[in-house]
Nanobody, 129 residues
């Protein structure tokens, strides 16, 4: 069983920055593939970014590429999402997700909710215009 707890959300003006954290339980955090998703009101939960166990592979959705950075500290069992140049359309509940296997099979599988095994409770990010 893996428990994930997000923090760092809040209210920020457009153009501002936030850093989200996700604290994970489990002695083998360093072997997990990790990702971030978000869900805006009335919309489906969508993929934001994902990172391999070593941090050597990172993949972003087109909507956040160049503005968001995913990273991890395996010594602290923590996943991060640095969000810069925030836009009102980034407003959503942000969730971290854990995959017990570092990689998944199938084209585009990183973007699928079903390829992740555990989820946090989410943290609200609101960007005002």
């Amino acid at each position: 069983q893996v428990q994930l707890v997000e923090s760092g959300g809040g209210l920020v003006q457009a153009g501002g920055s936030l850093r989200l954290s996700c604290a994970a339980s489990g002695r083998t955090f360093s072997s997990y593939g990790m990702g971030w998703f978000r869900q805006a009101p009335g919309k489906e939960r969508e993929f934001v970014a994902r990172i391999s166990w070593s941090g050597g592979y990172r993949y972003y959705s087109d909507s956040v590429k160049g503005r968001f950075t995913i990273s991890r500290d395996n010594g602290k069992n923590t996943l991060y999402l640095q969000m810069n140049s925030l836009k009102p359309e980034d407003t959503a509940v942000y969730y971290c997700a854990c995959r017990l296997a570092d990689y998944c099979s199938g084209d585009g599988c990183d973007r699928l909710k079903s390829s992740y095994d555990y989820w946090g409770q989410g943290t609200q990010v609101t960007v005002s215009s």
